[in-house]
């Protein structure tokens, strides 16, 4: 029984200190550091609003030209690029790069930018 307690006791703490450093780890916005360091670099290019809106359409048929949905694609990332003025480097993920591309939602909120 003893050894039952210990074990819970050592699991409890650890979750503890697991917790406790990722809590700091919010806290001093150091999230950002997450970010594979390949998209770094590009994260100053794509950031909220460094597009014009005549740049959507070729940076859209890029994000879009990996997919079978060509057409829906294209239809959202303009409309998500000509709200946001941003589109995520690559052809899949990478959203995190453009915070407004990536938080726009449906209504049954899913993500609404491919």
């Known amino acids: 029984m003893a050894r039952a307690g210990l074990m819970l006791l050592t699991v409890l703490v650890a979750f503890l200190a697991i917790w406790s450093s990722q809590e700091k780890l919010m806290a001093t916005g150091g999230a950002e550091d ?13 950031g909220q609003g460094n597009l014009r809106a005549s740049q959507c359409p070729n940076a859209c048929t890029r994000r879009c030209s990996q997919t079978q949905y060509r057409k829906p694609c294209m239809f959202y990332c303009q409309k998500c690029c ?33």
């Open 34 to 46: 997450l970010v594979r360091p390949e998209l770094q670099d590009q994260k100053s290019m794509n």
């Open 82 to 114: 000509n709200k946001c003025l941003c589109v995520p480097p690559g052809y899949y993920g990478n959203k995190q790069v453009c915070p407004c591309y990536n938080n726009w939602k449906t209504k049954r909120g899913g993500p609404k930018c491919p």
